[in-house]
């Protein structure tokens, strides 16, 4: 089998448990799962590992991927984030499920993880464009719908975010002739109440990644993952080194790699500026 240099840090040596990360780098789960087979074959067993944290955008492998499904009933315990923006199958996210077909994947996900509180929902982020024809695109009308859904099947928390613009995103999106809207801290404060009052009335926590004005919050959380693993090990509960100041996370190590992500989600921060040069114009 072919080996990945991970560059996995010294401590991963170590005999105590890890929380893995799959990964906030690239979309393993959706469009790698034989690699990712491979690299928790290789480096990841199950019995040195306290979590698997899965982050993805199309979660069917978990449901249809036979070997990946085998593989991942080994470990104690899973946690996903699913990220469900209401962009899915749009310019935004070419490559990405419709939302209706990841939303439709909630109960079989929630069986499979054993527990609706291994299942963070992350609407996540929240744009505002101005596109090439001059009208005004934004994604906050799918907000009650995505936690609705997520309300339904027992999870109990939501996580949320507006985008960042990075230089090289608004480049990018320049070459599609897509406009950045910076909203005033007026309409922030709208939408924030907005998205609050909503949570509120059904009953779902908000958190926020590595949002000002919001209570920092842990996407990552070694007190959490304590308290759901099945035998209540304990976790690490160190702060994550190399995140964003903002961030609250505790450590995990990371078995993703930063590469063109079949997704194409334009406004991602994570492509590489080498792929960027291969875009055309706006997407018909």
């Known amino acids: 089998m072919k080996t990945f240099d991970l560059n996995f840090p010294e401590e991963m040596k170590s005999n105590s448990l890890k929380v893995i990360s799959a990964s906030r780098r690239i979309e393993m789960l959706g469009f790698f799962p034989e690699k990712f087979i491979a690299i928790l074959e290789e480096r990841c067993l199950p019995q040195k590992t306290h979590t698997l944290v899965i982050w993805s955008k199309d979660p069917r492998n978990l449901l249809r991927h036979t070997q990946l499904k085998r593989l991942l009933k080994r470990y104690s315990q899973l946690f996903l984030h699913l990220t469900i923006s209401g962009m899915g199958d749009s310019f935004l996210e070419p490559n990405i499920p419709p939302m209706d077909a990841v939303l439709s994947t909630l109960p079989d996900i929630v069986k499979f993880l054993q527990d609706p509180r291994r299942l963070r929902i992350r609407f996540d982020p929240i744009v505002h464009f101005k596109l090439p024809d001059g009208s005004v695109y934004g994604n906050l009308g799918h907000f009650l719908k995505v936690i609705t859904a997520a309300k339904n099947v027992g999870v109990p928390a939501v996580t949320i975010s507006w985008v960042e613009v990075y230089p090289k995103v608004s480049k990018r999106l320049k070459k599609y002739g897509i406009e950045p809207i910076d909203i005033s801290d007026e309409q922030w404060q709208h939408e924030y109440h907005s998205i609050s009052q909503k949570s509120r009335a059904i009953g779902i926590e908000l958190q926020g990644c590595c949002v000002n004005r919001m209570k920092r919050s842990k996407c990552i ?15 690490s509960r160190q702060k994550a080194k190399g995140q964003r100041a903002l961030c609250g996370c505790t450590e995990s190590w990371d078995i993703g790699w930063y590469n063109p992500c079949p997704g194409g989600c334009i406004y991602c921060y994570a492509r590489p500026v080498e792929y960027d040069r291969l875009i055309g114009g706006y997407p018909s």
């Not at 959380?221 to 976790?235: F, I, M, Q, R, S």
């Open 221 to 235: 959380d070694g007190e959490l993952l304590t308290e759901l693993h099945p035998l209540h090990l304990p976790a």
